[in-house]
């Protein structure tokens, strides 16, 4: 299964910015992707990668990190095998390398944010927030 993620860039400070995050790959693994949780993740120079969102098989639940809490819309179409993570007043501390992942699990909120919960990984895409 290969993830690839679009639609980072340089925005200044309270602009906005949509991740997607594609999947590819056997039949087998894309049809397994729906049953699985997926996740948003972020990691700064010099920090640990960090949760960011994350949202259940069918997008039936959802939890998202207190810091981006209002501002941080996760969502999935599991048709178009692909989830999304729009992002509203983007601030500095925003910016990092963003990668989206596929869990080894289904929906469990107390794993949510555990990037060992998770198994596959896309390459990332850079969001810079600056004015």
């Known amino acids: 299964l290969q993830l690839v993620e679009s639609g980072g860039g340089l925005v200044e400070p309270g602009g906005s910015l949509k991740l997607s995050c594609v999947a590819s790959?056997?039949?087998?693994?894309?049809?397994?992707?729906?049953?699985?949780?997926m996740g948003w993740f972020r990691q700064a120079p010099g920090k640990d990668r960090e949760g960011v969102s994350c949202?259940?098989?069918?997008?039936?639940?959802?939890e998202t990190v207190e810091s981006v809490q209002g501002r941080f819309i996760i969502s999935r179409d599991d048709a178009k095998k692909a989830i999304y993570l729009e992002m509203n007043d983007l601030r500095p501390e925003d910016t990092a390398m963003y990668y989206c992942?596929?869990?080894?699990?289904?929906?469990?909120?107390?794993?949510?944010?555990?990037?060992?919960?998770?198994?596959?990984w896309g390459q990332g895409t850079q969001v810079t927030v600056s004015s």
């Open positions: 790959g056997r039949s087998s693994d894309l049809e397994d992707l729906t049953v699985y949780m």
């Open positions: 949202i259940s098989q069918e997008g039936f639940s959802s």
């Open positions: 992942a596929r869990a080894v699990t289904a929906w469990d909120d107390k794993l949510c944010h555990s990037p060992a919960a998770y198994h596959y």
